[in-house]
Nanobody, 124 residues
Framework: QVQVVESGGAYVQPGGSLRLSCAAS????????MGWHRQAPGKQRELVAD??????????HSVKGRFTISPISRDNVNNTVYLQMNSLKPEDTAVYYC???????????????WGQGTQVTVSS
């Protein structure tokens, strides 16, 4: 069982900043990547940013230069990644979901686990 917990969503004015946190814990043998997707009302879920286990980040074009994803940090319990969001725009308003792409053992296949989401609202 793997748990993914996001935090940091809030209401912010245009031009403001937020930092989202994501912690994944449980039966995780190895990680391929962690990242963030978002879903705005009436729209499909889309990739925001992700980072591989060797710290290679990838960003959606719409957030490049404004958002920064941290490297994955691991301790005995949690695997954590952060999303620093600057120069926020109203179109960034969405529920932000964190995911982890992982393996439970050396012989298992890749699995995904998702968090419940955290709401980001950008409005004046």
């Amino acid at each position: 069982q793997v748990q993914v917990v996001e935090s940091g969503g809030a209401y912010v004015q245009p031009g403001g900043s937020l930092r989202l946190s994501c912690a994944a814990s449980g039966s995780i043998f190895s990680i391929r990547s962690m990242g963030w997707h978002r879903q705005a009302p009436g729209k499909q879920r889309e990739l925001v940013a992700d980072v591989t286990h060797v710290d290679l980040p990838n960003y959606a074009h719409s957030v490049k230069g404004r958002f920064t994803i941290s490297p994955i940090s691991r301790d005995n319990v949690n695997n954590t990644v952060y999303l620093q969001m600057n120069s926020l725009k109203p179109e960034d308003t969405a529920v932000y979901y964190c995911y982890i792409d992982f393996k439970k053992s050396i012989t298992s296949g890749s699995k995904y686990a998702w968090g419940q989401g955290t709401q980001v609202t950008v409005s004046s």
